[in-house]
């Protein structure tokens, strides 16, 4: 159980995470989630915020490894509970922070799936001849394009407004994580894949304002759902379908896996990693750094299999 005055803590910290951070809901849901399964844990022991000692997040985090938590997720734990401590001393609810010096779990270094650029153009050819009709075609193949093309994130994809994509632009404006705006360019083939479902796009919401009085849709991919827009599930299966029709694994294709492969591709290429961090909406350059190892394993294996000198007698 939540104590009442750690609850006003929390409540304070995430309000002021997302009016001062710009965090995202997904992250102040999860910040919330994490710092009420410390209050409850602190109350158990007749403890609270106000009282916590750094003995007392070591033997919390202890306990979360106890109960089979993985690395990751008392990372995200420890870092929740940095966060609110920081905050809770500058503005003086505290006179000390417990959580200052603690250092999380090391997370293992996992190198991201993704995939080959024949597999990808396999997609994208297979994705032109997925859906009933002509416009859910265009849309498939245009969502794909987009993907590729970009890099963005799935609900960055899902949820483009329209006016993004109006007079057929060389770059698009797209607002990532935080709110964060940044500029992605656009391929020639994912400008006319654009186009044409764009056309389409809007004979169809042309119909819908007319014939239902349907308010017009501010998203480039409509919806008829709550959120207004086409949801990052049925996006997800939508690529399935995809995939299969391409003959491809269901488990190697997803919709990050493409935007892995957007940036894998373009490190192979020779692009600059910075470039690279600017156009995923990377806050860190150490989380681009991780798509090195990738080309890294590429080239060895490259050696490995076509060097002479490589090869066994």
Known sequence: MVAPDDSRWIATFLEAQAADAGAARN???????DLKDLSAWLSRRGGSFATMTREMVEDYLTHCEARGLSAATRA??????????????LEGWRTDDPALRLSGPARASRLPATLAQD?????????????????DRARALCLVEL????????????????????????????????????????????????????????????AAVRDRKAPPSRFLFPAGGKAGH????????????????????????????????????????????????????HADIA??????????????????????LAQDD
């Open 230 to 281: 086409l949801s990052r599930i049925v996006f997800h299966r939508m690529l399935k379908d995809i995939a299969a029709r391409a003959g491809l694994p269901l488990e190697a294709v997803s919709p990050h896996k493409l935007r892995h492969a957007f940036a894998t591709h373009l490190l192979e290429g020779g692009a600059d990693l910075r470039v690279i961090q600017t156009l995923l909406g």
């Open 76 to 89: 995200r734990r420890l870092a929740a509970i940095r966060q609110m401590t920081r905050f809770a001393y």
């Open 147 to 206: 993907l590729y093309a970009t890099g963005l994130r799935v609900t960055e994809l899902v949820s483009l407004p329209v006016t993004a994509a109006r007079g057929d632009p060389e770059m698009m404006l797209v607002r990532g994580k935080g709110g964060k705006e940044r500029l992605v360019p656009l391929s020639a083939p994912s400008r006319a894949a654009l186009a044409a479902w764009l056309s389409l796009r809007d004979a169809g919401e042309e």
């Open 27 to 33: 992250t102040l849901l999860a910040y919330g989630r």
């Open 287 to 308: 989380t681009t750094e991780i798509y090195t190892h990738v080309v890294e394993d590429r080239l060895k294996d490259l050696v490995f299999a076509h060097h002479p």
């Open 119 to 135: 597999a990808v153009s396999r997609l994208l050819a297979a994705a032109a001849g997925t859906g009933t009709t002509h416009a």
